[in-house]
């Protein structure tokens, strides 16, 4: 296994750099990628930036120039059900980009020529994070959507909720890291920490949860996955 660790925020990769043995950097496309070796694990850490390009990028990138055979996508992301609290974490099963719509010419969701809009996780590699995470908070498991927008209006996620009913979380990569692992047969999954209500306080509760216990999270996560 060579692993790809994405993040979009460097709160959301605190401690992993540095935890990196024998680390190398490389800058490629305006990213910086590093690899070394996590607790015995071939790695390869990035830092995507915000967004649904930035991501399949970043993704592409860790495919064709690195040579990583997994991907694994660590972030915050803002609620989307009443049962998934701040702090709490959420594996994705399946991500869906709730902004694309190429109706009437393709159903609503549907990415097309892949006739897909769930695109599902790796069940070896979900399973394990899992087993990872509930060492850690509460895990729920299930769809996340991703688009280019940070929802942070309570009308915005309620309209989200009514289109999505199963909807676990809102975030803005996941669901192109999926296309792109898709598309490339390479086995991902993706694990978010609860940061916000993506409601009309999202944005205050956002910063103030990513400073304090999202990056803590994350490393803990993958340390207990990498030793798993
Ligand atoms: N003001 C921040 C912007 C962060 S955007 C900054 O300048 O850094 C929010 C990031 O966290 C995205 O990477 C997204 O994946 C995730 N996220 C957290 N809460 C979200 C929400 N409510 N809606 C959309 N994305 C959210």
């Known amino acids: 296994m060579r692993l790809g660790i ?15 043995q024998s680390p190398s950097r490389h800058v ?11 607790w015995e694990i071939d790695a ?6 915000i967004g649904k390009v930035a991501a399949a990028m970043t993704a592409a990138i860790l495919v064709e120039k690195f040579g990583v055979t997994h991907i694994i996508f660590t972030g915050v992301a803002g609620s989307g059900d009443k049962n998934v609290k701040v702090g709490d974490i959420v594996i994705a099963e399946s991500l869906i980009q709730h902004d694309f719509n190429a ?11 892949t006739g897909i809009s769930r695109f599902a996780t790796d069940v070896t ?19 996340i959507a991703s688009g280019d ?12 909720k009514a289109a999505l009913p199963d909807l676990l979380a809102v975030e803005m990569e996941g669901a192109a890291v999926a296309q792109v692992c898709f598309e490339m047969g ?20 956002f910063m103030h949860f990513i400073k304090t216990v ?13 030793k798993s």
């Open 44 to 49: 390869v850490c990035v830092l995507s930036r």
């Open 103 to 113: 109706s009437p010419l393709f159903p609503q969701y549907e990415i097309p020529l």
């Open 6 to 20: 994405i993040s979009a925020l460097a709160e959301e990769q605190h401690g992993l750099l540095e935890a990196l």
């Open 149 to 160: 927008q940070f929802i942070g209006k309570l009308t915005q996620i309620q309209a989200l």
């Open 186 to 205: 390479i086995p991902f999954a993706v694990i978010r920490t609860i940061s916000d209500n993506a409601n009309d306080e999202a944005a205050v509760d």
């Open 125 to 143: 590699l979900t399973e394990r994070l899992a087993g990872a995470a509930e060492k850690t908070t509460r895990v729920h498991r299930g769809l």
């Open 28 to 38: 490629h496309g305006m990213r910086e990628y590093t690899t070394g070796k996590l």
């Open 214 to 226: 999202a990056s803590r999270y994350a490393f803990e996560v993958i340390r207990n996955f990498c």
